[in-house]
């Protein structure tokens, strides 16, 4: 099959060459309903134009560069996987390629520096990263930039896609409520202190409207430079003389460490002790018993980063803060008690 051109799109499109190449670079001048049709068509037929002609033209490299967070300990970075699938989905679409870079939590501002500079991409996605120098020197070069998941300060000041981890905590108690249970605990992290504020208060607000105890035995946060993060934690809440009937976990990852600990105590779940996890994992739906969470599409996440992203290297302007809702997931680890709230 021969390799499709920019007027094979055109002429399914029914629209110009001229368009095409609009919509290929991201230029006004054409309309919302004419973008969106040769965008789907470039998608179904997974048409990729002449990238050595367009950066000739363009004087681009038709590039983005993807800077993830590289963990230090054996959990392998689920979340991050799935936005990275979505990213590259969305890049194919627009006809960009993408760069990775893995980088360790304390790297320095001029090290990462160089290390975006050497990449010689249109723009950059950090994802679950936040080094405030480096968004300055960014921001002071007008360089193209989108963080994903790095916790920042939402302040509008830096394009950011976050989920709303607040609403989600909040959703995650009143749903434990509404099947009765009185005596909740919280499995938090406070890896990133963003992440931690607003989790917390959601989690301690939905309490709160609910009428429900707040008990700090039964706040726990997790360490995160051991194998598994979420034991240690489980092990001081169970410690007590009364122990949670249910548990909101910050991560199914967090979820599942709790459960195989817990069922190594010879507690049965949901059945003696139930949780609910944040994020939706593969994992999650693997565990047994299947964790029900608050689910999070890290695809769209991914995809949507990609597209704001396109439109700041083309000059665009954007909403500098995109929450992203949550959906409950309803699993086999929580159960049912007597007495739930209607709310």
């Known amino acids: 099959m021969e390799k499709l051109t920019i007027r094979d799109i055109a002429r399914m499109a029914g629209v110009s060459t001229t368009a095409v190449s609009f919509v290929l670079n991201g230029r006004s001048g054409v309309s919302e309903s004419t973008r969106k049709r040769v965008q789907e068509i470039i998608q179904q037929t997974g048409f990729t134009p002449n990238i050595h002609t367009r950066r000739l033209n363009l004087k681009r490299s038709f590039t983005v560069h993807v800077v993830m967070r590289q ?55 950090f994802i679950q990263v936040y080094n405030e120098k480096v968004i300055h020197l960014l921001q002071e070069e007008r360089f193209p930039f989108l963080c994903v998941d790095s916790h920042v300060p939402q302040d509008g000041t830096i394009p950011l896609i976050e989920v709303d981890y607040y609403d989600a905590s909040y ?50 946060r997790v360490i995160h430079n051991i194998p598994q993060p979420a034991t240690n934690a489980m092990e001081k809440m169970l410690a007590g003389q009364d122990r949670p009937t249910a548990v909101f976990c910050a991560s199914d990852t967090y979820a599942a460490n709790a459960i195989r600990y817990v069922s190594s105590l010879g507690l049965r779940v949901p059945e003696d002790i139930s949780f609910i996890g944040l994020d939706d994992l593969v994992i999650s739906e693997y565990t047994r018993p299947a964790i029900t969470t608050m689910g999070v599409d890290k695809v769209h996440m991914g995809r949507l980063a ?31 008690l007597a007495g739930g709230m209607k709310l």
């Open 306 to 336: 990609m597209e704001t992203l396109f439109q700041l290297m083309n000059g665009g302007e954007t909403t500098a803060v995109k929450l992203i809702p949550t959906r409950l997931i309803e699993r086999d680890s929580v159960r049912k």
């Open 171 to 220: 959703r995650a108690v009143r749903y434990l409520a509404q099947q009765g249970h009185r005596d909740i605990g919280f499995l938090i992290s406070d890896r990133h202190m963003e992440f931690y504020h607003r989790t917390n208060a959601g989690f301690r607000d939905a309490l709160r409207d609910c009428c429900l105890p707040c008990r700090a035995p039964w706040l726990q």
């Open 71 to 125: 963990y230090d300990y054996s959990l392998f970075n689920l979340f991050a996987m799935d936005v990275l699938t979505g990213i590259f989905r969305e890049s194919k679409t627009l006809g960009y390629s993408v760069i990775f870079t893995a980088v360790e939590t304390d790297t320095e501002c001029s090290e990462l520096m160089d290390a975006i500079h050497s990449k010689d991409a249109d723009g950059v996605v």
